[in-house]
């Protein structure tokens, strides 16, 4: 049982660094950019800026974490029109467009 916990720890320290936005694909990060363009835009605007849904840009993203913004992508906002994207987009992929609504750029 202690080494199953050994393995638990291990694990939690090495996937915050391996689930980093880094690890997508260049293909993968266009398919990205055009999701939050195309799909994100279609409720928080075309430039992001707000429309159905409230402004994501950088500005207005900075003073959340990217983990509680992978956490809204994933899981949605209940009683709101922000779906969960769990059905479709993996953690890392998540994450990827946390980090691209943070910083305004692709990776």
């Known amino acids: ?3 199953f916990r050994a393995i638990c720890v291990l694990w939690l320290a090495i996937v915050p660094s391996w689930a980093s936005a880094t690890d997508i ?3 993968k990060a266009q398919e990205l950019t055009r999701l939050v363009q195309q ?3 279609s409720c928080h605007g075309l ?3 707000g429309g ?3 402004n994501i840009t950088p500005e207005a993203m900075s003073h959340f974490d990217r983990e509680t913004l992978r956490d809204i992508i994933l899981d949605g906002i209940p009683g709101t029109a922000m779906p969960p994207w769990r059905p479709l987009l993996s953690e890392v992929e998540a994450l990827w ?3 691209f609504l943070k910083e305004g750029t692709a990776k």
Do not use: V
């Open 1 to 3: 049982m202690a080494d």
């Open 25 to 27: 694909a260049p293909q």
């Open 39 to 41: 799909d994100c835009g």
């Open 47 to 49: 430039t992001l800026k």
């Open 52 to 54: 159905l849904g409230r």
């Open 97 to 99: 467009i946390a980090d």
